[in-house]
Every structure is written in structure tokens, then in C-alpha cells.
């Protein structure tokens, strides 16, 4: 079955440092892997989204990468404030109008940025 | 612009009893998600809808039951409430471009306990 892992469940990194997130996926072809940030008893809020034919997106501090030959997406938030500190998601989707919000997502990962 | 809301914010059931959480999004968007989350296992899709009057089963949709009569309500229905369905429930939207969806706009979700 179609399964989404995210490196860690918690990460710790000091002020100024970047923040590298990985997400690796097995058994699922997806067409956008989209990365989500997460406060406590917050929804999801979505951050970036890269389709299956690029290689890497910007925004601001944060950037993304999406490998589909190793299965695998990297979430780099670069100069990092104690503000990112959040759980960070990734979602997996496969394009197809009669999947449309369809998301597959991993199960997180914790960053905490000390000053 | 509401975006995505979501009630009741909190709810305490009975085993056995039924109750609908409600979702309604006034952004004009053609898809909507069911998802729940518990602690260290992300999201997990219960059902979506790609347009009214369409509705489709995701990964954990039994004791759940939904219908999209409108663009901008989706409510989820549980017939029959279990221990095991105490979780915080999101409801999201998006729309279409092109073919399959963007990014997700996330309710601040339902905390369910069942006792």
C-alpha cells in the first residue's frame, strides 16, 4: 500500500541555522507534493506545492525539492527563527480531476528553533 | 471571506450516539475533504467530494457517513460513535486547475471525544 514517511518526528536546530525536512514515498506515482505548516490546535496552512516535473520551488526562506526517481521530497527553511517552530507536513496528490482533493499526507515532523 | 468553517469546535459523545460535524466553505470550490488526525499518524482522509452530489471514500471511511447537496457544504455524519473515533477532524477545500486540485484551505478543526 501507498505509504509517506517523514525523516523525523522532531527536530531541534538553533537560530540561523537551515532547516532540512525529508519526506520519501513508496507504491504512489503523484502528479504535486505539496509541504504544510502546522501550529498546535491549529489547521493545516499551506506553504508550497512542486509538480512532478520540477526539480525545485522558492518562496521567501523556504525551499523545496522534488525527486521522483529517488521518491523523495526535501524542505529546506533557511535562516531559521524560533517563529518556525511548528509541525510540518508533507501531502502527496495524484492530479486526477476525480481525485481532486485527495491528499495523501505524512505524519510530521516537529521542528523547534532555539534562540 | 470566512474560508473554511467548521462546528462545533469541541463535542463529548456516548458510545453509540450519532452526531453531524459541520463544514461549509464560501470560497466557490469544487473539492472538499474529510480528514482526521491523531497523535502521530498525520491525516487521514475519510471521505471527499469532487462537486455536489459527488462523494467518494477515502482511507478510513467506515462509521462515517457524508453528502454534498451544495458547492459549499460537506458535513460528516458519524452513525454510531465509537471510543475509537476520538480524534480532531478537518474539514479542507480546494480548487481545480487544470486537471486535479492546488493547495488546501483547512478548517481550524472538531476535537471528538467519545467516552
Known amino acids: 500500500s501507498q505509504k509517506i514517511e517523514q525523516n523525523s518526528e522532531a527536530l531541534n536546530i538553533q537560530e540561523g541555522k537551515t532547516a532540512t525536512l525529508t519526506c520519501n514515498y513508496t507504491n504512489y506515482s503523484p502528479a504535486y507534493l505539496q509541504w504544510y505548516r502546522q501550529d498546535p490546535g491549529r489547521g493545516p496552512v499551506f506553504l508550497l506545492l512542486i509538480r512532478e516535473n520540477e526539480k525545485e520551488k522558492r518562496k521567501e526562506r523556504l525551499k523545496v525539492t522534488f525527486d521522483t526517481t529517488l521518491k523523495q521530497s526535501l524542505f529546506h527553511i533557511t535562516a531559521s527563527q524560533p517563529a518556525d517552530s511548528a509541525t510540518y507536513l508533507c501531502a502527496l496528490g495524484r492530479g486526477l480531476r476525480n481525485q481532486g482533493g485527495k491528499l495523501i499526507f505524512g505524519q510530521g515532523t516537529e521542528l523547534s528553533v532555539k534562540p | 471571506n470566512a474560508g473554511v468553517t467548521q462546528t462545533p469546535k469541541f463535542q463529548v459523545l456516548k458510545t453509540g450516539q450519532s452526531m453531524t460535524l459541520q463544514c461549509a466553505q464560501d470560497?466557490?470550490?469544487?473539492?472538499m475533504s474529510w480528514y482526521r488526525q491523531d497523535p502521530g499518524m498525520g491525516l487521514r482522509l475519510i471521505h471527499y467530494s469532487v462537486g455536489a452530489g459527488i462523494t467518494d471514500q477515502g482511507e478510513v471511511p467506515n462509521g462515517y457517513n457524508v453528502s454534498r447537496s451544495t458547492t459549499e457544504d460537506f458535513p460528516l455524519r458519524l452513525l454510531s460513535a465509537a471510543p475509537s473515533q476520538t480524534s480532531v477532524y478537518f474539514c479542507?477545500?480546494?480548487?481545480?486547475?487544470?486537471?486535479?486540485?492546488?493547495?488546501?484551505?483547512f478548517g481550524q478543526g472538531t476535537r471528538l471525544t467519545v467516552v
Open positions: 479542507a477545500s480546494s480548487y481545480s486547475i487544470g486537471t486535479g486540485s492546488t493547495e488546501a484551505f
Open positions: 470560497m466557490n470550490h469544487e473539492y
